[in-house]
């Protein structure tokens, strides 16, 4: 694992949140001084800042999915409300290497004085909230967007028309703050998690409602994150240093832990295809992958392991070096470990994005104002 480029800020303030734009090259991260950035990842450099809707700073953002020619993305902040913000694509064929056309890619020029406020339209604001929002998400079909919130509600909002949205639910089940929501990658069920240590999930019924709590987690649950694209399990990270996976196979149980890395309280946890990455307040960046076990070492191309850092044991308790699976049974092992990814800052949050022609990166986002791109 290498960096590949890092991405700064021109103001120094705290990054707390990057999301990848689901069909184009490009990522937006949320800054602490009122701004989200929008950065290429073609040619690692800023395209674009966005500020003007918000009095506190920006704590989370996410596309809205299944658009073309048009880019929407929803902001929570800190002043208790969400944002909906939207932009035309342009001339997707004559501009490939940005799409973001009439916009510099030189950072040096790109001040906020520069800007064209044109460019980006602020279209909504949504109220509601009574405290800072945590985290915002577009469901898999793009028409209803959650938002949760430090006053332990989480709102589920339906777009119904241009710039109008209809407030659908409001639920208040958590005992603490809801820290983050996911939507399923298929249906219309949502995961939520919480400082009272649960992870729930609703759904609709006639009326939105929880169908399950998921207990196992000791401390505040900072993360949840889907398996995709089917959503058959779910992955949350705590406060109490697990990261642990819940199957619906048999009713929604706990299914295993992750080897233990962390020595501090976990974050964010990203999931692609048979890979995990984790990261958190003691600065590591955790690669973890789910092996047939019993697979040998040699086989793995990755660092050998040590005692318990498997997420599965065999039968007898012990480690098979033989040279196919001695079951069809799955482990989780650590691939890769990076210390200090962002020297001795907190990282708050981590993604896996592409950058086009099935290259994937990580994209971490850190207390130094700093977005660093790296490669397995």
């Not at 020029?109 to 980006?120: L, V």
Request: charged content about 30%.
């Amino acid at each position: 694992m290498s960096l590949l480029s890092v991405l700064k800020s021109p103001s120094p303030s705290r990054a707390w949140y990057t999301a990848p734009h689901p069909r184009l090259p490009i990522i937006a991260t949320c800054f602490s001084d009122k701004a989200v950035r929008i950065y290429s990842l073609k040619t690692f450099t800023l395209l674009f800042t966005i500020t003007g809707g918000h009095r506190r700073a920006i704590r989370t953002c996410s596309w809205k999915p299944n658009l073309m020619g048009e880019s929407v993305l929803a902001t929570g902040s800190f002043d208790a409300s969400v944002g909906i913000w939207r932009r035309w694509d342009g001339d997707m064929d004559l501009r490939r290497e940005n799409p973001f056309i009439g916009i510099s890619t030189d950072q040096s020029e790109n001040t906020e004085e520069e800007e064209d406020p044109e460019e980006w339209r602020f279209a909504i604001v949504l109220d509601g909230h009574e405290s800072e929002v945590k985290s915002v998400a577009w469901s898999a079909g793009g028409n209803f967007l959650a938002s949760c919130s430090r006053d332990k509600s989480i709102w589920v909002w339906e777009e119904i028309g241009d710039d109008d949205f209809e407030t659908v639910a409001v639920m208040s089940e958590h005992d603490g703050d809801v820290k983050c929501v996911a939507w399923h990658p298929e249906e219309e069920l949502l995961a939520s998690g919480s400082y009272d240590n649960d992870v729930r999930l609703w759904r609709e019924d006639d009326d939105w409602g929880c169908v399950e709590v998921l207990r196992g987690h000791e401390s505040t649950v900072w993360g949840v994150e889907w398996e995709k694209p089917q959503g058959s399990r779910l992955c949350s990270c705590s406060d109490d240093m697990t990261i642990r996976i819940w199957s619906d196979s048999s009713g929604w149980r706990e299914e295993a832990q992750l080897p233990r890395r962390h020595e501090r309280p976990i974050y964010a946890v990203a999931w692609k295809n048979n890979r995990i990455v984790s990261t958190g307040g003691d600065g590591r960046i955790v690669v973890y992958e789910e092996r047939p076990i019993g697979m040998m070492e040699s086989d793995k191309n990755a660092e050998p392991k040590r005692d318990g850092e498997t997420s599965r044991a065999s039968a007898d308790g012990g480690h098979h070096m033989s040279a196919s699976p001695i079951s069809d049974k799955m482990e989780w092992t650590v691939i890769k470990q990076i210390e200090a990814g962002h020297g001795v800052y907190e990282i708050n949050h981590v993604c896996w994005a592409s950058r086009g022609n099935d290259e994937d990166v990580i994209v971490t986002t850190g207390d130094d104002g700093v977005i660093r791109v790296w490669t397995l």
